[in-house]
């Protein structure tokens, strides 16, 4: 079964760096488009980056463009979101996500295999 374990959050002071994990199974990873999304208290969730098979191209919403690097290991089976100067406006539970293609609404709203996901939050 479709299994995704996110890791690496944490609390962190605004300008900090994090790096994201998460491992998936279940699936062969190689042929998915692999996604992150996030989560604030409160709010519903929100799309934040993707990364197409092979990892040759890599698309950013534009609130964390410049500051998040997405990137992927097929031999691990491992996404990764490379996350520096960090701010309190970043501060979400982050999940990852698997899909065929750029559309990422469609992962987000009819996705069913979540993760726990985990904790960013960016405070002084």
């Known amino acids: 079964q479709v299994q995704l374990v996110e890791s690496g959050g944490g609390l962190v002071q605004p300008g900090g760096s994090l790096r994201l994990s998460c491992a998936a199974s279940?699936?062969?990873?190689?042929?998915?488009?692999m996604y992150w999304f996030r989560q604030a208290p409160g709010e519903g969730l929100e799309w934040v980056s993707s990364i197409n098979t092979g990892g040759s191209n890599a698309f950013y919403a534009t609130s964390v463009k410049g500051r998040f690097t997405i990137s992927r290991d097929d031999a691990e089976n491992t996404l990764s979101l490379q996350m520096n100067n960090l701010k309190p406006e970043d501060t979400a539970r982050y999940y990852c996500?698997?899909?065929?293609?750029?559309?990422?609404?469609?992962?987000?709203?009819?996705?069913?295999?979540w993760g726990q996901g985990t904790q960013v939050t960016v405070s002084s």
């Open positions: 279940g699936f062969t990873f190689s042929s998915y488009w």
């Open positions: 996500a698997h899909g065929r293609g750029s559309d990422y609404e469609t992962v987000m709203h009819d996705y069913v295999h």
